[in-house]
């Protein structure tokens, strides 16, 4: 029994030495990629080209995942397109679907975050909205969304540094090595697995870790920007599928500096409703923005 056993697991190192080798090829070789994560890229909802806006007026950066971006929805109906629509300022929308904070710290650290020359003749950003929901902790802990898991894998793990924890990126065979495992094991057992094993102020502590690293990384033409923290109120029904998140330490973020737009309430309940959803059941519709976006014009006096 032990020899059989031992054959086993010595077959399943070879396999997976095996499967590390194609990565490698495929990454390094094959596809003759330099750059672990060349898939960064601006989504086709970046600008609103058929929008009025004052140069006079400072623009406003969006970041965030398919909420932001607009998934199932025309893009005239997307946060972006609404809001330069109504304050008449340029707004860009660098949403990108199944990613959260750690993306954008890549984008930060790679002066990626916004396409070249978008800030000709216009004045600094003003704003930069990032829109929050609960999931986005997960994303910070197990980063792959879909089948396609090279396009969703940017993760960033805690580690010292001469001594001193930081945020580092994960290595390139660290991050696809997922792809492997996730065939063999479900996405939802892995992820609400190690969310599980967390307690609340552990994940706040690592997504507030996150947030000072996107601000920390920011390029110069940001150093006047504010970043807001939009919290988007719970609309699905069933959300047995998604880890919960609760915590009260927000106040914590606005004390380093951040502006918090807490729409967690019975205001917002509502939001449940078929008409503030997608087809999809979950992503925000356009009657969902129209009634945020007069809170954010009000918050931020736009």
Same mark, same amino acid.
């Given at each position: 029994?032990?020899k059989?056993?031992?054959?086993i697991?010595?077959n399943l ?6 499967l590390?080798f194609v990565?490698y ?5 094959f ?7 060349p898939y ?5 909802r970046y600008e609103a080209?058929d929008?009025p806006?004052?140069?006079n007026k400072?623009p406003?950066?969006?970041i965030g995942c398919s909420y932001?971006?607009g998934y199932?929805?025309?893009?005239k109906?997307?946060f972006s ?10 707004v860009?929308?660098t949403?990108?679907n199944?990613?959260?904070m750690?993306?954008?710290?890549y ?18 950003p ?9 999931d986005? /902790?997960?994303r &910070? #802990?197990?980063?792959? @969304?879909?089948?396609?898991v090279? $396009?969703?894998?940017?993760?960033y793990s ?8 930081k945020l580092v990126?994960d290595?390139v065979f660290?991050?696809?090595f997922?792809?492997?495992?996730k065939?063999f094991i479900?996405?939802?057992r892995i992820?609400?697995?190690i969310?599980?094993?967390?307690s609340d ?9 996150h947030l ?6 920011l390029g ?5 920007t ?5 919290l ?8 047995s599928?998604?880890?919960k998140f609760?915590?009260?330490r927000w106040?914590?973020?606005e004390?380093?500096g951040?502006? /918090?737009?807490? &729409? #967690?309430?019975?205001k @917002?309940?509502?939001f449940v409703? $078929?008409e503030?959803?997608?087809?999809d059941?979950?992503?925000p519709?356009?009657k ?7 809170v954010i014009?009000d918050?931020?006096?736009l």
């Amino acid at each position: 029994m032990k020899k059989t056993f031992g054959i086993i697991l010595f077959n399943l190192l070879i396999i997976i030495v095996i499967l590390l080798f194609v990565d490698y090829i495929q990454m390094y070789l094959f596809f003759n990629k330099p750059e672990p994560y060349p898939y960064i890229e601006l989504s086709d909802r970046y600008e609103a080209t058929d929008l009025p806006y004052l140069k006079n007026k400072k623009p406003i950066v969006l970041i965030g995942c398919s909420y932001t971006y607009g998934y199932n929805i025309d893009k005239k109906e997307t946060f972006s397109h609404k809001l330069q629509e109504k304050t008449k300022r340029k707004v860009f929308n660098t949403g990108k679907n199944g990613e959260a904070m750690a993306y954008f710290i890549y984008k930060a650290q790679t002066s990626d975050l916004l396409k070249k020359d978008s800030l000709k003749d216009l004045q600094p950003p003003e704003y930069i909205i990032y829109t929050f929901i609960p999931d986005h /902790i997960r994303r &910070l #802990y197990v980063n792959f @969304f879909n089948e396609n898991v090279r $396009d969703k894998n940017l993760k960033y793990s805690l580690k010292k540094v001469n001594g001193e924890k930081k945020l580092v990126l994960d290595d390139v065979f660290n991050v696809h090595f997922v792809d492997y495992i996730k065939k063999f094991i479900t996405y939802e057992r892995i992820s609400n697995f190690i969310i599980k094993q967390k307690s609340d102020d552990e994940k706040f502590d690592f997504f507030k870790l996150h947030l000072l690293e996107f601000k920390k990384s920011l390029g110069p033409e940001f150093k006047d920007t504010k970043i807001v923290i939009l919290l988007y109120p719970p609309n699905y029904k069933d959300s047995s599928h998604f880890p919960k998140f609760t915590t009260d330490r927000w106040s914590e973020l606005e004390d380093e500096g951040f502006i /918090i737009i807490d &729409l #967690y309430n019975d205001k @917002f309940s509502h939001f449940v409703k $078929d008409e503030y959803r997608t087809v999809d059941e979950v992503h925000p519709s356009g009657k969902a923005w129209d009634e945020i976006i007069p809170v954010i014009i009000d918050k931020l006096k736009l």
